[in-house]
């Protein structure tokens, strides 16, 4: 088992950055791959970002290119969230997800990962 902790969301204004974090505890060594989803109030959930065990292999959606970098720390066990320009619309609830097996081209899917934080809220003021 894995348990994964979200941290580092608050409330900033259109334009700022925020960092999160998640921390993994437990059978750690099992995870391959690490991804960051959101879901805004009304809205299904949607992928943001994935990175693999070495972490050079890293994924985003098109809405965040450029704004948003995913890195780890497998030494700490750890996955961060850089965001910066963010917007209104980037506004929602950050989960934190881990898998232990993935294939080519299905890291954008939230069916393949295996366990998942509890969220942290990120609210963009205009």
């Known amino acids: 088992q894995v348990q994964l902790v979200e941290s580092g969301g608050g409330l900033v204004q259109a334009g700022g950055s925020l960092r999160l974090s998640c921390a993994a505890s437990?059978?750690?060594?099992?995870?391959?791959?690490m991804a960051w989803f959101r879901q805004a109030p009304g809205k299904e959930r949607e992928f943001v970002a994935a990175?693999?065990?070495?972490?050079?292999?890293?994924y985003y959606a098109d809405f965040v290119k450029g704004r948003f970098t995913i890195s780890r720390d497998n030494a700490k066990n750890t996955v961060d969230l850089q965001m910066n320009s963010l917007k209104p619309e980037d506004t929602a609830v950050y989960y934190c997800?881990?898998?232990?097996?993935?294939?080519?081209?299905?890291?954008?899917?939230?069916?393949?990962?295996?366990?998942w934080g509890q969220g942290t809220q990120v609210t963009v003021s205009s």
């Open positions: 990175i693999n065990w070495s972490g050079m292999g890293t």
């Open positions: 437990g059978h750690t060594v099992s995870i391959y791959a």
């Open positions: 997800a881990a898998t232990t097996t993935v294939y080519s081209g299905t890291y954008y899917y939230s069916s393949v990962y295996k366990y």
